[in-house]
């Protein structure tokens, strides 16, 4: 039986996996109102947006603006992405102190995504990752479309084993794992994450980034959980999706997230209520109803005689 008590970090990605894929452009001050109701919220990692070329995800050209305009909160770090060399420049002078810098493991997905093959990919980011190490940015590498791709299916996990040793042996932080076009199931998820584990050195944390376009995400967060996966992204709403992976849809949600998570005895620091007017307002905005459960679920009678009293 795995242990069911202890911290789990959630990092809500709504301001950037949660936003990339909409047409409608969100100003910084719309942004900045959501970055608060994240603090308010309790979340403690949150990821703000990528540094990649605004020909290719327009909703992201304001991500350098956005963090020179925050007023950072203690307790909270504010990461984002980043795909190349270029993009970390652009980190690096708005002083980002924390970036996810990613491959695929999927050659179709990494030539549709920067243009380049897998071992290209590669090659070409693991100086960025030396460079953001460098220079004091705490780096979590990542492994997109690791459980599979939305082009080509079955991801081999012994690619997605040599890709994570290779970014250990670079002096990362923690290695993410993305199932990027939301295939992975459950059993799946559990393997190569015990299996990771296993291999990777302890100082090197391992994290989980989970879509529900299958409607498994949830299931899929409890597997790693199982696994001793303790990190995992999320964003608000259940929003997101990738804009080079056909039909994957959104994030776990965070606020279901937190509630699975609470619910089996482990520790967040999210109140999952709290997220109820957050995605009240992005459905306005959106003008479509977001797949969260919990922003949806009234409170229960016991706990409304609670705060009556």
Not at 87 to 106: C, Q, W
């Amino acid at each position: 039986m795995y242990e069911c008590d202890g911290q789990v970090l959630i990092e809500d990605e709504f301001l950037r996996d949660g936003l990339q894929n909409e047409k409608r452009l969100f100003s910084i001050e719309e942004k900045l109102g959501f970055l608060n109701d994240l603090e308010q919220a309790g979340v403690k990692r949150i990821q703000l947006g990528s540094f990649v070329h605004p020909k290719w995800v327009p909703q992201m050209a304001n991500t350098d603006e956005l963090f020179a305009s925050l007023t950072p909160k203690d307790g909270v770090i504010y990461t984002a992405l980043v795909l190349n060399g270029a993009g970390l420049d652009r980190a690096l002078a708005v002083g980002v102190k924390h970036l996810s810098i990613s491959v695929s493991a999927s050659e179709t997905h990494s030539q549709k995504n920067t243009n380049r093959s897998v071992d290209e990919g590669r090659a070409k980011i693991a100086p960025v990752i030396e460079k953001a190490l460098a220079e004091g940015v705490a780096v979590r590498a990542g492994i997109q479309s690791a459980l599979g791709c939305g082009f080509e299916g079955h991801i081999d996990p012994d690619r997605v084993l040599d890709i994570a040793r290779s970014f250990a042996a670079l002096g990362v932080s923690e290695i993410n794992i993305a199932d990027t076009a939301g295939l992975a199931n459950p059993r799946q998820v559990f393997e190569l994450c015990q299996r990771l584990r296993g291999e990777l050195p302890d100082e090197v944390a391992l994290s989980l980034h989970l879509h529900d376009t299958r409607g498994l995400g949830i299931a899929n967060f409890v597997a790693g959980l199982q696994a001793g996966v303790r990190i995992f992204d999320a964003a608000a709403g259940g929003l997101g999706g990738c804009p080079f992976v056909p039909k994957a849809t959104g994030n776990i949600a965070t606020e279901d997230a937190a509630y699975a998570a609470e619910e089996m005895g482990f520790e967040t620091g999210i109140d999952w209520q709290a997220f109820r007017t957050l995605v009240e307002r992005a459905e306005a905005l959106l003008e479509r109803s977001l797949p969260s459960r919990m922003a949806h679920v009234p409170p229960p009678p016991w706990a409304q005689l609670s705060e009556d009293e």
